[in-house]
């Protein structure tokens, strides 16, 4: 049973460019979640979703991020116009539960991001 | 309402005890503990729900007093696969966000 995939490991951008990436839960999993984490911090809520639904993005910036879960195929977190604040290490993690549940998040790898 | 944890870092030899506070100024609904090693994904250890239970995993465990709202991990004859960055995750009411702490980083050595 495959963890959770996330893609590219590594994405290396110019200020401006938009930056795709992308997260497919652990399988049975619906529910995903997205957070960013710069060096030595903890990890920072950006937000919940279900298939085809947003459940919590309290924690994207208003503008330039947003997030989707179709029906079919991963999670995609998309970043327009990066800013070098951007680079950080963007984590994904599934869980079989919904909201309001509490239980173990499954972390993918991460995905690396550098706006030069 | 970021959670506090305690030490920052600790540097111990492999058999020696460490203990990771984690306190919070909100009431707490749980408290999650993660591991991370430098560059790869969080893995979870354990989850204390409210009412003051105590949990083990191996020779890791970890305590939750609500009243305090702090919980502490607790790791005995520690060994040098116990290095990385433990991260306590809170979550305020039963909403399934969990606001992480900055992280304790902790270095074994031989």
């Known amino acids: 049973n495959a963890g959770v995939m996330q893609n590219p490991r590594h994405l290396v951008r110019r200020r401006g460019q938009e930056a795709r990436l992308r997260c497919s839960p652990m399988?049975?999993?619906?529910?995903v979640y997205w957070y960013r984490q710069l060096p030595e911090e903890g990890l920072k809520f950006m937000v919940y979703?279900?298939?085809?639904?947003?459940?919590?993005e309290s924690g994207m910036p208003k503008e330039r991020f947003s997030a989707e879960f179709p029906k079919e195929g991963p999670s995609i977190l998309r970043i327009q116009q990066v800013v070098r604040g951007d680079s950080a290490a963007y984590f994904c993690?599934?869980?079989?539960?919904?909201?309001?549940?509490?239980?173990?998040?499954?972390f993918g790898e991460g995905s690396r991001l550098t706006v030069l | 309402q970021q959670p506090v944890q305690s030490p920052q870092a600790v540097i111990l030899r492999e058999g020696e005890d460490a203990v990771i506070n984690c306190s919070s100024s909100?009431?707490?609904?749980?408290v999650h503990w993660y591991r991370q090693k430098h560059g790869e994904a969080p893995v979870f250890l354990m989850i204390?729900?409210?009412g003051g239970e105590q949990k083990g995993h191996e020779k890791i465990s970890a305590s939750f007093n609500e009243k305090k709202q702090q919980s502490s991990l607790y790791l005995t004859a520690s060994q040098l696969s116990y290095s990385g960055t433990y991260f306590c995750?809170?979550?305020?009411?039963?909403?399934?966000?969990?606001?992480w702490g900055a992280g304790t980083k902790l270095i074994i050595k031989p």
């Open positions: 993690a599934s869980s079989p539960l919904g909201q309001g549940a509490t239980g173990e998040l499954f």
């Open positions: 399988k049975g999993h619906s529910h």
């Open positions: 979703l279900q298939k085809e639904n947003i459940i919590d």
């Open positions: 909100k009431a707490l609904y749980s």
């Open positions: 204390l729900l409210k």
């Open positions: 995750g809170t979550e305020i009411g039963s909403n399934y966000q969990l606001i």
